[in-house]
């Protein structure tokens, strides 16, 4: 008997700290209500800071966002027969009783006070339409996203811009899921157009995203280009999207042959991506890869060893090393065997570009290898397949003469290839423009580090006038008691 109850103690002390760890975790209805709060005050304050912690802490959430809970926070937040109200229940599927929370009864019963806010009500929007996203109703998210968009027309409220860019996302995201993403091009430059109106930057610079993204997804490069260029710029306000801005520049510029610039961009894409967004920071890669074989340089073994990416960049590891070797019939073979995923990430016409790259690149192992050495054995290393390989080899090997891919003479008598000694790099200005790139480039970060860093609004201005205030009144003072001084002494 006394074993029995010992063994009940021991059982229900360890049930006691579960049941208490249990009780003290919040409920999700009872964190979006103290999310509601937050843009109530930053409403109020016309913080747009607080409005952003709002939107970080929602999508940790997101995962937890069940049909319940949004119907229990639609009735706290928005009045009961409201038109938003009755606009928002009506995406929702009725909710099971036994799925109620505690905290949902609770909020029913108690009648709570209503927020006329309109920060909330755009709120409430966001995130019915997050939850129909997540829950693959897209029909239903194209109707509730376009009912908050012509809602937003009706608003100009800096408060709500952080909001209304998330909307926007969404907005373009639930027509693209559709298969409709040409439908919406004409309401995102108005939206646009709006937004440069309102100086809303945020908003534009998720609606310039949202156009190129449009105009890409269709293969609209020189359209893309051309907003691009004529577009309003100034200094990036979220990284996210001046991360999707670079990327997309890059694939401009990557399609206009312009591969030094679309590199630069990819690069600092990546890098500036976070963590994570690994399927981003895998697809900036993709592209900077092929970018990088096309100017002719060679990724290191790290790029395609990074965490995570290793499986998704195999292929372009594979292609890298065919470009490395210069073999031809490899570099077939590989493009035909990931044709699939070529087509897939839509850098299939890049890699057909890389045939004369592969070709040059065994141009110049042959030339390291021999000083001289006839066009046919040329053509028959380089693997050619063509009717007369020979004058196709003479060809290739003046182009390459002609461009400085490699330092050698042709002998068209003899019909000969002959290689010139290689000299001394250093000798040369090439360590300096490398390490003036390098200088460049740790120049450029620190600069952007210090533009990042955030500090509290007019809290220097505050400062400088309490410092000047207290100056003014000394020298006042002062003067004062000089001026009476003076009138002592002249009496």
Same mark, same amino acid.
């Given at each position: ?47 747009? =800071? ?20 949004? #119907? ?20 929702? $599927? ?54 908050? %968009? ?6 100009? =409220? ?14 373009? !995201? ?53 907003? =691009?260029?004529?577009?309003? =710029? ?17 694939? %401009? ?11 630069? #961009? ?7 991506? $976070? ?23 060679? $990724? ?49 016409? !890049? ?7 592969? %070709? ?7 030339? %390291? ?86 500090? $509290?609004?007019? #809290? ?32």
């Amino acid at each position: 008997m006394t074993q029995d109850v010992e063994m009940k103690e021991q059982q229900q002390q360890q049930q006691q700290p579960s049941n208490s760890a249990t009780s003290s975790t919040p409920s999700t209805l009872h964190q979006l209500k103290e999310i509601a709060s937050l843009i109530e005050f930053g409403a109020y304050a016309k913080e747009a =800071r607080r409005i952003v912690r709002a939107v970080r802490l929602t999508m940790t959430l997101r995962r937890e966002l069940k049909a319940s809970v949004l #119907s229990a926070f639609l009735n706290f937040a928005l009045s009961a027969g409201s038109e938003p109200f009755n606009r928002l229940i009506s995406y929702l $599927p009725k909710e099971d009783e036994h799925e109620m929370e505690v905290d949902s009864v609770i909020s029913v019963t108690q009648a709570p006070a209503k927020h006329p806010l309109p920060e909330l009500e755009i709120y409430c929007y966001l995130l019915v339409l997050i939850f129909l996203i997540d829950q693959k109703k897209y029909d239903e998210a194209k109707t509730c996203s376009s009912a908050s %968009i012509a809602r937003l027309k009706n608003l100009n =409220r800096r408060t709500v811009d952080v909001l209304a860019s998330r909307l926007y996302s969404y907005y373009s !995201l639930s027509y693209e899921l559709t298969g409709d993403l040409a439908e919406v091009r004409g309401n995102l430059l108005a939206l646009h157009r709006v937004a440069t109106l309102r100086h809303d930057e945020l908003g534009q610079e998720t609606l310039l995203n949202l156009l190129l993204r449009n105009y890409l997804h269709y293969n609209l490069y020189d359209q893309a280009e051309k907003l =691009r260029s004529k577009a309003p =710029r100034f200094e990036a306000h979220s990284n996210h999207q001046f991360c999707r801005y670079l990327f997309y520049l890059g694939k %401009i510029r990557t399609i206009q042959l312009e591969y030094t610039d679309a590199k630069e #961009s990819l690069l600092q894409a990546a890098r500036k991506a $976070p963590a994570a967004a690994l399927g981003f920071r895998v697809l900036c890669n993709k592209w900077a890869v092929i970018v990088r074989l096309l100017l002719g340089e060679i $990724p290191e073994r790290t790029v395609f060893m990074q965490k995570g990416m290793e499986n998704a960049l195999r292929p372009y590891f594979e292609l890298t090393n065919a470009v490395r070797i210069g073999d031809l019939e490899l570099f077939k073979s590989v493009a035909e065997k990931f044709s699939s995923t070529f087509t897939t990430d839509r850098t299939l016409n !890049l890699i057909v570009r890389l045939r004369h790259n592969v %070709i040059r690149t065994g141009l110049r192992n042959i030339s %390291i290898s021999y000083s001289r050495i006839s066009l046919a054995d040329v053509a028959k290393k380089l693997r050619l397949d063509s009717a007369n390989p020979v004058a196709e080899a003479e060809s290739i090997v003046a182009k390459a003469i002609r461009d400085g891919a490699i330092d050698a003479t042709l002998d068209h008598a003899n019909g000969w290839m002959v290689s010139k000694e290689t000299g001394d790099i250093y000798s040369t200005n090439e360590p300096q423009i490398a390490f003036n790139s390098r200088i460049a480039f740790c120049l450029n970060m620190h600069n952007e580090a210090v533009r990042a860093l955030r500090f $509290p609004p007019n #809290s220097h201005k505050e400062k400088e006038g309490a410092e000047k205030r207290r100056e003014r009144q000394q020298q006042e003072q002062e003067l004062a008691k000089h001026i009476a001084e003076e009138d002592d002494d002249e009496f």
